[in-house]
């Protein structure tokens, strides 16, 4: 896990890879979690018999579901160090760009795209491109913007 300690470790890894999470697991339970705490219950993610005959050929994970899993991946990545709250102020783009099968295992690639300095801390532009094992192409590639906010 890389740890940015200080504003200037911050601005200084802008432009570079932070690293790569562990692959984790997508199973039904966690997507029927999912379903049952959005209420989204459509049947090619909860129904394993009727999505067997589906366009996937299995359940699959929500977009939603793959994107939440962004904090838990990405805190296996890096962390932002020292005295700052750190807020969540927004996505600049979101792609889901294949399904998550049930069974399959995901991990998150992170870059530091940006740091822009703003009038109570910074401003970091993160890319999270959750990679799908065995797959060439990605289940999400999100922009996250965190302001990193001096206490």
């Known amino acids: 896990m890389r740890m940015l300690n200080n504003s200037k470790e911050i601005a200084a890894a802008a432009g570079q890879e932070l690293g790569v999470s562990e692959w984790v697991p997508i199973t039904q339970d966690r997507i029927d979690m999912f379903a049952d705490a959005t209420g989204d219950r459509q049947w090619i993610h909860v129904d394993p018999e009727r999505a067997a005959d589906g366009p ?16 838990f991946l990405g805190a296996q990545v890096f962390a932002f160090a020292g005295d700052v709250a750190r807020v ?48 060439e192409k990605p289940a999400c590639v999100a922009e996250v913007v965190t302001l990193l906010m001096a206490s």
């Open 88 to 135: 969540n102020y927004g996505l600049n783009k979101v792609r889901f760009v294949s399904p998550v099968t049930v069974g399959s295992k995901v991990r998150d690639r992170v870059e530091l795209l940006s740091v822009e300095d703003i009038d109570k801390g910074q401003r970091a532009t993160l890319q999270h491109t959750v990679e799908i094992k065995g797959s």
């Open 56 to 71: 996937f050929g299995a359940t699959v994970a929500h977009g939603y579901l793959t994107l939440s899993m962004l904090p």
